[in-house]
C-alpha cells in the first residue's frame, strides 16, 4: 500500500513567509480574523499547538451545518481507538493522566508539575506514549516516585483501575510501561533485520511473528484477484488456541462500542445528507461497519469517490497504514470538511492538463497512464480532525488507497486550505529561513514565492503525482513492501518539481513568474539536506516516509549534480550552506531521478527501491546533523504542529437544530479533558 498523504512541514522549510501576491482566498481568511487571532497557543517539547479557522461556515445553510455538526461528533468518537492502535496500555496510560490533571490535590507549582503536565501534553498530541513522528518513546522529565505521589495526592480521581485494583497497583503496572525505556521502545520499527512486527510496538498483532503474519495473508491472499479488498485493514492478528486468526473492528467486534457512536452520529449524518448520493455513501459506510466486511469498504469508496457533487465531505475510517509496519493495517482518522470553491479553481485547471503532464512525464512511455482518468481536483476547509488526523494533521488527502479502485474508478485529491493558512500564520515570523539561506536572493525570493510555491508544489504532488504512472500487468501493489511508502512519496515529489519548473505553470497562470519555481527549487533542497534534520534525535535515522523521500532526492540529486556543480556546498563563519548553481540542471536530475522511481514502482523492483532508500534516504551525517541542531536550537522554534478543533454548539428550536455555533477559543488542555471525558469508550 502507498501512502498518500502530505504532512505540513512548514514550520522547518520555512515555507511561513507569507506573501503579498497569494490569491484571494488568503486575503478573505485574513481580513474576517482581524488582528487580535491568537494562532498558536501553546508550546511544548518539540510541539506546538494552534488553532485554525473555518472560514465559509457561516454561509453553509442550516442543514449543512447540521450535518457538519454530525459528522463531527462522528469524528471525535474513534479517539480511542487510535490511542489502543498505537500501543495496547495506551488508553490506560491516558486515563491516568487525565485523572491526575483533573484530581490532583498536591502542589501545582512544583518544578516537577511542569514536567509532568509536558508529558501529558506529549501523551495527548502523539495519541500515545511514543512520539508521533520519529515513533520512539518518550521519557518523562519527572521520575517514577512522583508518579506515584500524582497518584496517590488525587484522591477520588477515575483511575481506570480493573477489578480489585487498587490505585498502588496501578502505579505499579504503569512505571515500567511510562519509564522503563527498554519496555516498547518504538512505535514501530522498519530495520529489515528485526521481526518487523515484534519489535513494533503498534497493537495491531498480540503474540505473533513476522513469519506467522506473512504466512497467514500469503493463505488468504489471492494473487491473480484484480479487485482485491485491501486485506487485513480493519483487523488485529492475533493467536487463539494456538491458531493465528484476524479479530475484525465492527459493531460487536473489535472496537464495538466506540464504532457503534460512530454509527449512531453517522446514521444522524445520513438523515440531513446533501443529497441521495452522499446519503448513500454514508449508509455504506455504516454497513461496513456494522459487518467489518471489506467488500462492503470498496463499495463505498466507490461511491465515496464518485461523489463530487456534494458541499460536505468526509473520512471516518481505518485508512493510512503507515503504522503498520508490514503496511497492512489502517489507523482509524476522521476529516470532515467542506469545500472552498475559489481556490479550487486552481487545482482544477492542474487536473484539467493531467493527460498532457503524463504524455511529457521524463518516465519509459511503458510506465505512463495511457489514460489519466478521475483526477478530481479539490481545495478543502477543515471542519473537523480526529484519530490520526488529531492533532497532527495532513494538509493534502488522496484516497482511496486501494489501487485497481483509484484505476478504475479515480480517485479524490484535496489540498485543506485553512490548515495550510494557520501554519503560514502561526510562522510569519520564522528565523528558519534567513538561517538557513545561503545569501539574501534566495532568502528575498523565499519571501516573495515560497508560500504560493509550496501550495503549487502540494497540488502537483497530490492531483497529478500519486495519480500518475502505472503498474506493469502482474506487478502487485505491496511488491516494494517496507521502501514502499518512501518510494511513492518520492515519485510524487518528484513528479511535483520536475513540472513546477516546466513553463507551463506560468502559461496555465498558476505560477505568476519563473523565479517561484525556484524557491521551490531552493525550499526543498535546503529542507531535505538540512532543515527537516531538526526532526530527528542526534545519533538516529531518518525514519517517516516522507522525510525519507525528501532526503533521497536531495542526496542524490546533490550526488549525481557534482561533475556539472549543479549545488555546492559552502561553509560560512562555521555554518554550513547549499547553493543551487543551475536550476535548469537541477530540474533533468529530477526528471531522471523521477523515472528510475517510476521504473522501481512500475517493476515492482524491491533491490532497487532498497538501494535507493538505504542509501540516500535513511542515513544522517552526524557532523551536519550536529551544526543543523545547535543552529536550531538557538531559534527556538517547535519542530512539528498540532491544532486544538473548534467547538460546535447546536442552536436547538423546538427539538430541532436550527443554527450551529462555532467557537474557537477552547483551550489545549481543556479540550483534551473534555474528549478524554466525552468521547472515550473503549475499556
Ligand atoms: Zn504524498
Not at 485494583?165 to 521502545?185: E, M, N, R, Y
Not at 495473508?217 to 494456538?242: C, F
Not at 449524518?269 to 459506510?285: F, P, S
Amino acid at each position: 500500500m502507498n501512502g498518500k498523504r502530505l504532512l505540513m512541514m512548514a514550520a522547518v522549510a520555512g515555507l511561513g513567509l507569507l506573501l503579498s501576491n497569494v490569491g484571494c482566498r488568503k486575503k478573505k481568511i485574513e481580513s474576517a480574523a482581524g488582528k487580535e487571532f491568537q494562532w498558536q497557543i501553546d508550546q511544548f517539547a518539540d510541539l506546538k499547538i494552534m488553532r485554525y479557522q473555518v472560514p465559509g461556515f457561516d454561509r453553509l445553510t442550516p442543514r449543512q451545518k447540521e450535518l457538519v455538526y454530525y459528522l463531527g461528533e462522528a469524528a471525535l468518537c474513534g479517539r480511542d481507538i487510535m490511542f489502543d492502535q498505537n500501543y495496547r496500555h495506551n488508553l490506560t496510560v491516558r486515563r491516568t493522566l487525565d485523572a491526575i490533571v483533573a484530581g490532583y490535590t498536591g502542589d501545582r507549582n512544583d518544578p516537577r508539575w511542569d514536567a509532568f503536565m509536558t508529558y501529558t501534553k506529549r501523551v495527548w498530541f502523539s495519541n500515545g506514549i511514543h512520539h508521533h513522528y520519529a515513533n520512539d518513546k518518550f521519557i518523562p522529565g519527572f521520575d517514577a516516585a512522583y508518579f506515584a505521589s500524582l497518584v496517590e495526592g488525587s484522591p477520588g480521581a477515575d483511575f481506570p483501575l480493573v477489578a480489585g485494583q487498587k490505585p498502588g497497583d496501578l502505579v505499579a503496572f504503569l512505571t515500567p510501561i511510562i519509564f522503563d525505556p527498554a519496555v516498547a521502545p518504538k512505535k514501530f520499527t522498519q530495520d529489515p533485520k528485526q521481526d518487523l512486527v515484534a519489535a513494533s510496538a503498534v497493537n495491531f498483532y498480540e503474540g505473533v511473528t513476522q513469519a506467522e503474519v506473512e504466512r497467514y495473508y500469503d493463505g488468504i491472499v489471492d494473487r491473480s484477484d484484480e479487485t482485491p479488498v485491501s486485506h487485513g485493514l480493519n483487523t488485529r492478528v492475533v493467536k487463539k488456541d494456538g491458531k493465528v486468526v484476524e479479530e475484525v473492528a465492527r459493531v460487536g467486534g473489535l472496537y464495538g462500542p466506540a464504532i457503534e457512536k460512530i454509527v449512531f452520529w453517522l446514521e444522524k449524518a445520513a438523515g440531513v445528507a446533501e443529497n441521495d448520493h452522499q446519503r448513500r455513501v454514508i449508509e455504506a459506510l455504516v454497513d461496513y461497519y456494522r459487518t467489518g466486511d471489506l467488500e462492503k469498504f470498496d463499495a463505498y469508496n466507490i461511491l465515496w469517490v464518485t461523489d463530487t457533487a456534494s458541499h460536505i465531505d468526509f473520512i471516518n475510517g481505518f485508512i493510512e497504514v503507515y503504522n503498520d509496519p508490514m503496511g497492512m493495517k489502517g489507523s482509524w482518522e476522521a476529516l470532515v470538511n467542506f469545500m472552498d470553491r475559489e481556490a479550487t479553481k486552481r487545482s482544477e485547471i492542474l487536473a484539467a492538463n493531467a493527460q498532457w503532464f503524463e504524455d511529457r512525464s521524463p518516465v519509459d512511455p511503458r510506465f505512463r497512464k495511457k489514460r489519466v482518468k478521475g483526477v478530481t481536483a479539490k481545495v478543502i476547509t477543515a471542519a473537523m480532525l480526529g484519530g490520526d488526523c488529531y492533532p497532527s494533521t495532513p494538509i493534502g488527502i488522496n484516497l482511496p488507497n486501494a489501487n485497481w479502485i483509484r484505476k478504475n474508478h479515480g480517485s479524490k485529491s484535496v489540498t485543506i486550505a485553512n490548515i495550510t493558512y494557520a501554519y503560514d500564520q502561526a510562522s510569519l515570523n520564522s528565523p528558519l529561513t534567513r538561517e538557513f539561506a545561503p545569501n539574501d536572493e534566495v532568502f528575498e525570493r523565499a519571501r516573495k514565492y515560497a508560500s504560493i510555491a509550496s501550495d503549487i508544489s502540494t497540488d502537483l504532488h497530490e492531483v497529478l503525482g500519486h495519480g500518475s504512472g502505472q503498474l506493469l500487468p502482474g506487478v502487485s501493489d505491496d511488491a516494494l513492501k517496507n521502501y514502499s511508502s518512501p518510494i511513492e512519496e518520492a515519485r510524487a515529489d518528484l513528479f511535483s518539481l520536475y513540472y513546477i519548473m516546466d513553463p507551463r505553470m506560468v502559461e496555465l497562470g498558476l505560477l505568476p513568474d519563473p523565479e517561484a519555481a525556484k524557491a521551490e527549487y531552493d525550499s526543498e533542497i535546503r529542507n531535505g539536506l538540512q532543515t527537516q534534520l531538526t526532526r530527528i534525535e542526534f545519533g538516529k535515522e531518518i525514519e517517516q516516509a516522507h522525510m525519507r523521500a525528501r532526503s533521497l532526492i536531495a542526496h542524490w540529486v546533490y550526488e549525481q549534480g557534482k561533475p556539472e556543480n549543479v549545488i555546492t556546498r559552502t561553509t560560512r563563519d562555521g555554518k554550513t550552506y547549499f547553493v543551487i548553481n543551475d536550476y535548469g540542471k537541477l530540474r533533468r536530475l529530477y526528471g531522471r531521478l523521477l523515472a528510475e522511481v517510476q521504473r522501481i514502482t512500475s517493476e515492482g523492483d524491491y533491490e532497487g527501491a532498497r538501494n535507493l532508500v538505504e542509501t540516500y534516504g535513511v542515513r544522517v551525517d552526524r557532523e551536519l546533523h550536529r551544526e543543523v541542531l545547535d543552529r536550531f536550537a538557538r531559534l527556538n522554534i517547535a519542530p512539528y504542529g498540532g491544532f486544538v478543533n473548534p467547538v460546535y454548539r447546536p442552536v436547538v428550536d423546538n427539538g430541532r437544530i436550527v443554527d450551529v455555533e462555532v467557537d474557537l477559543t477552547e483551550g489545549y488542555v481543556e479540550q483534551m479533558l473534555r474528549y478524554g471525558r466525552d468521547y472515550s469508550f473503549l475499556k
